[in-house]
């Protein structure tokens, strides 16, 4: 007789198993279109739960009270400030400021950032000429602010400015910060805003 919970010998290893279940639900999944036509891109503007999302992932460093953010060096280095404001390619010290001691107000940080976003709104929209679902948007301007623009994704665009959204979406996942990108690519294509890491 059989022990009622042998393993089956074809399921040797269980993580590929569970990848390929990713894969084949979220990445190769088609698009889950919105309702409606999508939107001159000249026309859309970064959405709250875009905002949201992009202060999800750029790291902020808050004092005890959470009314100021501090100066820090980013992982590459260079000083910044508030949810990812680039003060300049040198570190804190460089730039005449001591990183986790120099700060400015959260109000002073949102306005910087509002001013990030507004300059990335305009790269995505130079870079990329077709109509766009909010969500579609989000991402792209999402991508761009954290990669400095969008001519790191040379193909997402060329696909995407063609009219291939079903395309352009997978090319999210061939570039850096893997985990990001994949929550970007899960918000072009399923409008799930989820910046958890």
Sequence with gaps: MAAPFQRRADLIDSLSILQEGYRATFLDALPLQPTGQRIPIAQLHIS?????????????YYDGSKIHTYY???????CTVGWGHLIGESSCKANGYVAMSSMITVTEARALFDQDVAVFEGRVKNAISVP??????????????????????????????????????????????????????????????NSNH
């Design 48 to 60: 709250e739960p875009g905002k949201e999302f992009i202060k999800g992932w750029e790291g902020v």
């Design 72 to 78: 820090y060096d980013d992982s590459k280095g260079y």
């Design 132 to 193: 766009l679902y909010q969500n579609e948007y989000d991402a792209l301007v999402s991508l761009a602010y954290n990669m400095g623009g969008l001519g790191k994704a040379p193909s997402l665009c060329r696909k995407l400015n063609s009219g291939d959204y079903t395309g352009a979406p997978v090319e999210f996942l061939d570039i850096e910060n893997k985990t990001r990108r994949e929550r970007e690519h899960d918000m072009f294509c399923q409008n799930i805003y």
